[in-house]
Nanobody, 124 residues
Framework: QVQLVESGGGSVQAGGSLRLSCAVS????????MGWFRQTPGQQREGVAS????????TYADSVKGRFTISQDGTKNTVYLTMNNLKPEDTAMYYC?????????????????WGQGTQVTVSS
């Protein structure tokens, strides 16, 4: 059974940093993509970053380019989202997701497996 577990969320002040982790179990990395998404109450889930596991090629939303970095550790089946220079508008529940046999994408409907989320709160 595939499971994704996020960790690393918390509360920080604007300008601060956090690193989110997503540990994948029940699946071995090969041809998939992983993505990070975020959602605030009443809003649609938004793609933040995606990585192609086989090549480490990445894609970012314009709103986080230059501030967020997605990376992977294949030996640990773990994907990370390093978030620097955080802004209050980055406040959201952050989710990681797995897309089997697919290219990286920021579209939530491209992904079949999801974690439970980790909350990030940025205060001004």
């Amino acid at each position: 059974q595939v499971q994704l577990v996020e960790s690393g969320g918390g509360s920080v002040q604007a300008g601060g940093s956090l690193r989110l982790s997503c540990a994948v179990s029940g699946y071995t990395f090969s041809r998939e993509s992983m993505g990070w998404f975020r959602q605030t109450p009443g809003q649609q889930r938004e793609g933040v970053a995606s990585i192609q596991i086989s090549t480490s090629y990445t894609t970012y939303a314009d709103s986080v380019k230059g501030r967020f970095t997605i990376s992977q550790d294949g030996t640990k089946n773990t994907v990370y989202l390093t978030m620097n220079n955080l802004k209050p508008e980055d406040t959201a529940m952050y989710y990681c997701a797995l897309r089997v046999n697919g290219l990286r994408s920021l579209r939530p409907d491209s992904y079949g497996y999801w974690g439970q989320g980790t909350q990030v709160t940025v205060s001004s």
